[in-house]
């Protein structure tokens, strides 16, 4: 196994790993499944990115489909998945965007604008950080925009085989991309984890006497942030907040209809 600066690669499959999915403890299991890949590897792997920018802009862990090389292009792709609405609720609490436009990562964030509506920046509500970092709208390269969520840009980006949209694309070729044009990868879900990793593992050949560890595998946590357990991600929502991110992100809903069905 070895990683090529943004995808991990393996005889078997390659992985995409889109940030606060679960990546980092896929990562840890395929260092125990191909222990040559070394612990110095998987230190790179652990440094979690914000959800800022589209996963092609940029040589990192959260690598896009089109960096796979054409070695490789023939295998499986394996990726973690999420629900939006949890998955903004761990960037939230992750806080790379506190640091406002002091972070590289959010650049083309619109910072007068921000400063401007909400004086009391980094001191954001969840329901205000929904406003600024979950939409495009608050970017300076979307101005007009229709309300659009960012989980959906990052998958039709990250997922597809080039040419993949950004967020810049027209609307319906995003959403046409990550429905219409997704639907080879095999996606884990982190709310199964360790039993998703499992099954997805021998279904593209791993024995199950190298896989079974990964059944009773302890959680792998990033190095800062996170929630407590009496934090459910629906505890940091109301009906408004969980109607915005059903309508910005309705077409990774309609991807992944598992979790339209998901309520308060």
Avoid at 11 to 20: A, R, T
Wanted: hydrophobic share 35%.
């Amino acid at each position: 196994m070895r990683q090529n600066q943004r995808v991990i690669l393996t005889d078997d499959f390659v992985f995409l790993h889109p940030p606060k999915t679960g990546g980092t403890f896929v990562a840890a299991m395929l260092v125990r499944l191909y222990p040559g890949y070394g612990r110095q590897a998987l230190g790179l792997l652990r440094r979690e990115r914000p959800l800022g920018r589209p996963a092609r802009e940029g040589g990192h862990k959260h690598g896009p489909r089109c960096a796979i090389p054409a070695s490789h292009a023939h295998l499986p792709v394996l990726a973690t998945v999420r629900s939006p609405f949890e998955t903004y609720v761990s960037a939230y609490e992750f806080r790379e965007w506190a640091h406002g436009r002091k972070n590289p990562e959010f650049s083309r964030w619109d910072w007068d604008r921000v400063e401007r509506d909400f004086p009391h920046f980094p001191d954001l509500s969840f329901a205000d950080y929904i406003r600024v970092f979950a939409a495009v709208a608050y970017r300076t390269d979307t101005p007009d925009r229709p309300e659009i969520g960012w989980n959906t840009v990052r998958y039709a980006n990250q997922f597809t085989i080039a040419p993949s949209p950004t967020v810049t694309s027209r609307t319906q070729d995003i959403v046409t991309a990550l429905v219409e044009r997704t639907q080879d990868v095999r996606f884990i879900h982190t709310e199964n984890l360790n039993r998703d990793v499992y099954d997805a593992l021998g279904r593209v050949g791993v024995p199950e006497a190298r896989r079974r560890f990964i059944l009773d595998a302890a959680k792998v946590l990033p190095t800062k942030g996170g929630r407590t357990p009496e934090q459910t991600w629906r505890s940091y929502y109301d009906d408004s907040t969980f109607d915005a991110v059903r309508r910005m992100d309705a077409a990774m809903l309609e991807r992944f209809p598992e979790y339209s069905r998901l309520s308060l």
